[in-house]
């Protein structure tokens, strides 16, 4: 089945910094979504975005399909972007997949 | 939005649990996961206007039901120790194509 590697697994950095977390898969995806997950374990969608370029604030991402990658872009980083970040591809069966994620400290 | 309870259960092994979820308002495939401490969702099985439409590798002791409504149970017969997890419903309109909405899961500690 389709493989979703996500990195960097862990990722700490001082508040106001920038960010850059990248999503591999190993096939043609259907759509894609980026995810917070938050310390109570609720799934925040980010982005949908099976291809192209979105912004919302501070948060950004590119997803370029035909080399099956995407990238979620956060600038200056707040204490309150801190948890785990999730890459999720829905499959041919319109199944989603999930990578290991980026956990992300922010430090104030 | 997406609603499951209950939000947290301790269940003891061997014992039977079922865990709820209300899909959104016009949702109606909706798909369960299983989350273990420290690792991405699982897939365990989805539905779609009451049918099953696809299952990952979770034993039969899994099984679910999809109502009406759209809302939906997940069932696991025989608990271990090793199905201590969160567990999240999501819901989509259609097929799934057009992105999930999740709810805020169930932490099933099993003892």
């Known amino acids: 089945g389709i493989q979703v590697e996500q990195s960097p697994p862990d990722l700490i950095l001082q508040e106001g910094a920038n960010s850059t977390l990248r999503c591999n898969f190993s096939d043609s995806v259907n759509n894609l979504q980026w995810f917070h997950q938050n310390p109570w374990g609720q799934l925040i969608n980010l982005f949908y975005i099976p291809s192209g370029t979105k912004q919302n604030g501070r948060l950004s991402a590119t997803t370029v399909a035909t080399e099956r990658y995407s990238l979620l872009y956060i600038s200056s980083s707040q204490t309150t972007d801190s948890g785990v970040y999730f890459c999720a591809v829905l499959n041919r069966d319109d199944k989603i997949i999930f990578g290991k994620g980026t956990r992300l400290h922010i430090l104030p | 939005g997406v609603t499951q309870s209950p939000t947290h259960l301790i269940k003891t092994r061997g014992q039977q649990v079922t865990l709820r979820c209300s899909s959104q308002?016009?949702?109606?495939?909706v798909s369960w996961y299983q989350q273990a401490l420290g690792q991405g969702p699982q897939f365990i099985f989805q539905y779609y206007r009451e049918e099953e439409n696809g299952r990952g590798n979770f034993p039969p002791r899994f099984s679910g039901l999809q109502f009406p409504n759209d809302s939906s149970e997940l069932n696991v017969n025989a608990l271990e120790l090793d199905d201590s997890a969160l567990y999240l419903c999501?819901?989509?309109?259609?097929?799934?194509?057009?992105?999930?909405?999740f709810g805020s899961g169930t932490r099933l500690t099993v003892v």
């Open positions: 999501a819901s989509s309109p259609g097929t799934g194509a057009n992105g999930y909405t």
């Open positions: 308002s016009g949702h109606n495939t």
